[in-house]
């Protein structure tokens, strides 16, 4: 997938979420944009070794009631996560993920809002690569399953209304690959972003 086709699809993302505000009064609607810091676990890890690498995500969200003491958030961003393997192989998987999570707040200042977060994910994939000793990549779309489903848990801290970073954790809840009868593997990672809330 080029740059150009992943930012329509972030842009399409960002706009599923603005069509998601309108008949809803009392939300706010933002985008962020952070990294991705992934792997893949294996139900038996012996099978290979892997290395959490960064990558990237962007996107948008639609908080609803986020005044109040708990609500829904609601986003939609493409995410890609990197995963080393046997210290010479990097795979990148490329994923629109439509999060649904409740918020909590934690803390209620004048200027700094602390929420809790916590739901789940469900995701799609757009495209899969693998690089071997830095060579040209190969397509391994077909090896994994196009759907995700993940449980998410993390927080968000809100400056003066506006401006927000967060950090979550996310587990994979279904199989990585397609196989998974031989190689049985969910991913998990951490994502850290920043963002600014326009209502």
């Known amino acids: 997938m080029r740059c150009s086709d992943i930012g329509r699809v972030a842009a399409l993302a960002a706009l599923v979420c603005v069509c998601l505000v ?3 009064s009392a939300q706010g609607i933002g985008a962020r944009g952070g990294v991705n810091i992934s792997n893949i676990s294996f139900s ?4 290979l070794t892997t290395e959490a690498r960064v990558g ?3 996107g948008g969200f ?3 009631r986020p005044e109040r003491a708990w609500g829904l958030q609601v986003e939609g961003q493409v995410a890609a996560r990197t995963v080393r393997f046997e210290a010479a192989i990097d795979d990148t998987m490329t994923y629109l993920e439509i999060p649904a999570l409740v ?3 934690v803390y209620r200042g004048d200027t700094l809002v602390v929420r809790g977060l916590g739901g789940a994910s469900f995701n799609y994939l757009l495209q899969a690569e693998e690089r071997a000793g830095g ?3 190969a397509d391994i779309k077909g090896t994994l399953e ?3 489903v993940a449980v998410v848990i993390g927080a968000d801290a809100e400056f003066k209304g506006r401006w927000i970073v967060g950090g979550r954790y996310f587990y994979g809840v279904t199989q990585v690959y397609r196989e998974h009868a031989d190689f049985p593997a969910r991913q998990q990672g951490f994502q850290i972003t920043a963002g600014y809330r326009f209502k």
């Open 56 to 58: 990237w995500l962007a």
């Open 22 to 24: 309108r008949p809803v």
């Open 62 to 64: 639609v908080t609803f």
């Open 103 to 105: 918020h909590v707040s």
């Open 135 to 137: 060579g040209d990549p």
């Open 146 to 148: 196009p759907w995700e």
């Open 44 to 47: 038996d890890p012996d099978v």
